[in-house]
Nanobody
């Protein structure tokens, strides 16, 4: 069983930056692909970014390409999401998730961290 704990959220102004962290425990972190998702009240959780086990394969939602950067440190069991040039529409609860090898969906989820971007 993998436990994921996000941190780094907060209230910022448009154009500012934040770095989210997600610390994993209880499993072999390097064996999991990791992802970031976000959700606003009344809407479905949506994909933001994903990174492969080694970090060699990365993908982003079109809405964040060029502004967000995902990375991981397998030695620290942590995945990061660097968010630059934040916009009010980036306001959401951000969740990290872990996917087991060969899995088609994410198996483990964190509790989320709130990001609020004021205009």
């Amino acid at each position: 069983q993998v436990q994921l704990v996000e941190s780094g959220g907060g209230l910022v102004q448009a154009g500012d930056s934040l770095r989210l962290s997600c610390a994993a425990s209880g499993g072999t972190f390097s064996s999991y692909a990791m992802g970031w998702f976000r959700q606003v009240p009344g809407k479905e959780r949506v994909f933001v970014s994903t990174i492969s086990r080694s970090g060699g394969s990365i993908d982003y939602a079109d809405s964040v390409k060029g502004r967000f950067t995902i990375s991981r440190d397998n030695a620290k069991n942590t995945v990061y999401l660097q968010m630059n040039s934040l916009k009010p529409e980036d306001t959401a609860v951000y969740y990290c998730a872990a996917k087991r090898p060969g899995g088609y969906q994410y198996d483990y989820w964190g509790q989320g961290t709130q990001v609020t971007v004021s205009s």
